[in-house]
């Protein structure tokens, strides 16, 4: 019964922190970044290749995987996400690295709930204006996302748009967007820095950018538990499920080379945002970290 409760406390525990002004990064760190794969080392145009094999190897059990390395948390963890992003009707919103959906699904049964509440099931102009933009570099992952889209009645198009395009060059106009997400995506970019320009260049004056990244567990005893797990079981898992245990097994060491929490929170920083904050969910197994383009 005591470990149950503990097991309870842990996973509902969170923290926010708001940053002093920012420091500056030692461009070293960020170099040694943006050659990594995991915990090799390669050229930065290699990355994306091999970042691009992983997705299409493992794009037809994503969802599934995620399910199953989670014991179903991703789910309550896109939904504080959105719960964060507080999505209205009329929004322009951009989802990167986020092919499969699941954050920008969210965000339209949010904004069509609100909708209905506010007048009671009539579409209005401006709901018709609501536009969320799915952008992914993969094309495997955007033809889960549709499939899923299609499934669920989503016409393309109408209020949900599918782009092939890089977190480092996106496509859209400056100051197009009145929010940016990105869940589980951005320690896959070669360029973290590069990402978050473009994040804060797409967002309106008062747009608010939010970032779901698995991250670095803070709980000693707890760190050593998840340590075993990620390197021990989420890579046998990956092999059973998806018959792919090298992609998971990137997976693991691409979260630790990824910036700490504090790290990142000053990578964000020093692209432009203001009011910076993190909230470790799950002892810091991930964190949301979310910015102000003021």
Known sequence: MALRSAAGRLASSSRRRLLSPPTSIHTA?????????????????????????????????????????????????????????NPFPGMKHLDVAGGTGDVAFRALERINSVSHRAMQGTLTDIEEETQIYVCDINPNMLNVGKKRASERGYKEGHCLSWIQGDAEALSFEDGSMDGYTIAFGIRNVTHIEKALSEAYRVLKRGGRFLCLELSHVDVPLFKEIYDVYSFSVIPAVGELVAGDRQSYQYLVESIRRFPNQEKFAQMIQEAGFERVEYENLVGGVVAIHSGLKL
């Open 29 to 85: 760190f960020l170099h040694s970044h943006a050659t990594s794969f995991g915990y090799k080392q390669v050229a930065e145009e290699e990355k994306s290749k091999l970042v691009g094999n992983v997705f299409s190897s493992v794009a037809s059990s994503y969802d599934l995987m995620n399910d199953l390395m989670s014991v179903g948390l991703h789910r309550l963890w896109k939904d504080r996400l959105i719960s964060k992003l």
